[in-house]
């Protein structure tokens, strides 16, 4: 665990929250804080701890409960520790139509965690979300940026075994 | 003019570079505009065109952008929603994924049309690899002058950033959108004030789809008039329709406004009918909130007319017997789905993205998920069919934003047009496990 005075965004992080911060009028830099939380999220650990939010609070110059109020709004930032691979399951609509609960089942099954739960070996954990616009080629999961798609069990297989040998946590940004 | 205005090169290989995208005619609509036409010129050509917003709404995009406000000294923006997250909608992906130059030209030009020298494209967070798609393209067209100071020698500048979403349906309706590019919650704005006169940071700014954008590059190119030729009536031009669940070939279609949906969902063009040899049971089609028609409605109007592809011909009936065209999520389902279990993901979906901020949806939206759950666990009674109406018919109409709508409506259909299944899950409430839903996966023995 981390304390508050580590905090701090590595050197190529800092350029980017510089880059982020141009985006806007000078006196409008909250505004960066989504894409801030993003940043943070990835750079530690992937999930946002009081502490970590407090430092981005820091850097945009706001009152911390400005940030605590939007990341526990918005669904893609995780308020607690995460597996390595946050694994998240499409269920609405078309995905429900093409099996997306016979994926979650057999993720369960694969990496021995309830939905919700971090696997043993804290590399998986399942996170069911709603429409991520891959209706099309249904059913599919997110795992950081990257989408699998059209997903069969044998899929699933080879994804899972991949990434255990990858072996890096997941990100978006 | 072809009847394909935006896919025209969706499938030659490297497409998404400045390169190969100028090769086939990219950027000639800025050219034209920035060359030849005065900012009011393009608003005029947008008017004559008909368009009308591609995110849902349908609402005429000329006079939208004629609304917009122009105090002196104060910048204006444009705000481009890509914040696509109506299930079944999954075209403006497709469109930043494979052509994303084709965007971005569309927003230089309505920039320039629009008088906003800053302009931003909001994408929903889960799309992070678009956004990145989006970056490299703009990071092109600033280095070959498309973007930044004095674009073509024009004196235009403009300045064009992808801002990512956290994952909130609620920022696809545009006043939650300008609240979180604001760095707030995707709270909606009580209107008035309307984006136009009190938009991004308090300015007169435009929102606009994905698809819409992308549409003013062609009604640049070919002028307003003849865009208007394409389509039927008051829908014209193309639309990107997003087709998914039991059809034979699910995926994004540009189609010519006014196609008959018998001729969408059967034709090899199209969908190529319903896999497995199934017939059509129902069909969604204009993304979740538009109402459910059962196949003899979809395919005909109650008037026993073919029913097109339109604004007018979806909706045509209004809610009794028929639908909308929304964003074009079109979600086709076989003779085995389950309508009840359908519907039942949908009001998970909406409880999920309330808000929060008024009672009639916050609340609302939670019921509706609880007693459809009732239904599919077996414990429902009769009675819980009209406390589902009941429900619903409180929220229509008490929201300070449209999301109390579109999990209403989902529910009233289902209830007006298959009311039997609900009543059948309660008289014989086992008969929920027989339905089979899953077609490309083997069924698979519970662990």
């Known amino acids: ?173 | 003019m072809s009847k394909k205005l935006l896919l025209t090169y969706d499938h030659i290989p490297g497409i998404n570079t400045l390169e190969v995208y100028r090769q086939n005619n990219g950027y000639k609509s800025l050219e034209k505009a920035l060359k030849t036409m005065k900012s009011d010129d393009i608003v005029e050509e947008v008017k004559k065109s008909g368009l009308r917003g591609r995110g849902g709404a349908g609402f005429p995009t000329g006079m939208k952008w004629s609304f917009l406000a122009k105090p002196e000294g104060v910048p204006r923006h444009l705000v481009c929603n890509a914040d696509e997250s109506e299930p079944g909608t999954f075209k403006d992906r497709y469109l930043m994924e494979r052509i994303p130059h084709l965007l971005i030209e569309g927003m230089i030009v309505s920039s320039y049309a629009l008088g906003a020298n800053t302009s931003y494209i909001y994408v929903r967070g889960e799309y992070f690899y678009i956004i990145k798609i989006l970056q490299n393209a703009i990071k092109e067209a600033y280095a070959a002058g498309l973007l930044g100071k004095n674009i073509l020698g024009s004196g235009y500048d403009l300045d064009l950033y992808v801002q990512p979403g956290g994952g909130a349906y609620i920022c696809g309706e545009e006043t939650a959108l300008l609240e979180s590019l604001e760095g707030k919650r995707g709270n909606p704005r009580l209107k008035p004030p309307f984006p136009a006169v009190a938009g991004l940071w308090g300015r007169p700014t435009v929102v606009n789809n994905v698809e819409t954008i992308a549409a003013v590059v062609p009604i640049v190119n070919f002028g307003g008039e003849e865009y208007a030729k394409i389509g039927i009536g008051k829908s014209t031009g193309t639309k990107l329709i997003s087709a998914s669940g039991h059809i034979n070939k699910p995926g994004v279609y540009e189609i010519e406004l006014g196609v008959p949906v018998e001729e969408f969902i059967y034709s090899d063009e199209y969908c190529g009918g319903i896999r497995n040899g199934k017939k059509l049971k129902a069909v969604v089609a204009g993304g979740s909130s538009v109402p459910i028609l059962p196949t003899e409605l979809i395919l005909k109007t109650a008037k026993g007319e073919p029913r097109l592809m339109s604004y007018e011909s979806l909706s045509d009936g209004g809610f009794a017997t028929g639908t909308m065209l929304g964003s074009g999520g079109f979600i086709a389902m076989d003779e085995d789905t389950s309508i009840v279990k359908n519907l039942f993901t949908f009001a998970r979906f909406y409880h999920h993205e309330s808000c929060g901020q008024c009672s009639p949806c916050r609340e609302g939206t939670g019921w509706m998920e609880k007693i459809l759950k009732k239904f599919i666990d077996g414990k429902a009674t009769m009675s819980d069919i009209d406390l589902l109406w009941d429900v619903q018919s409180k929220i229509e109409g008490k929201t300070i934003c449209p999301l109390g709508e579109a999990a209403a409506w989902p529910v009233a259909a289902a209830i007006r047009h298959f009311r039997h299944e609900f009543e059948e899950y309660v008289k014989n409430p086992q008969s929920i496990h027989d339905v089979k839903h899953y077609f490309r996966l083997n069924n698979l023995v519970e662990a």
């Open chain 1, 1 to 173: 665990m981390t304390t508050t005075t580590e905090i701090k965004f590595s050197d190529s992080a800092q350029q980017q929250v510089q880059e982020i911060l141009n985006q806007y009028p000078a006196d409008k830099s909250k505004s960066a804080l989504l894409p801030l939380l993003h940043l943070a999220q990835a750079e530690f650990d992937g999930w946002l701890s009081a502490p970590v939010m407090d430092y981005v609070a820091s850097i945009l110059n706001i009152q911390p409960i400005e940030v605590y109020e939007v990341a526990s709004f918005y669904s893609m930032f995780n308020l607690k520790p995460v597996g390595k691979y946050l694994i998240e399951v499409c269920q609405t609509s078309s995905c429900w139509m093409n099996g997306s609960e016979d994926i979650v089942r057999y993720l369960e099954r694969t990496i021995q965690a309830e939905t919700g739960q971090i696997s043993p070996d804290g590399m998986f954990q399942i996170k069911t979300v709603e429409c991520l616009g891959s209706c099309g080629t249904a059913p599919m999961f997110q795992i950081g940026d990257k989408f699998y798609e059209n997903l069969t069990f044998e899929k699933i297989d080879t994804i899972l075994d991949d990434l255990r040998k990858e072996n890096k946590r997941s990100r978006y940004v």
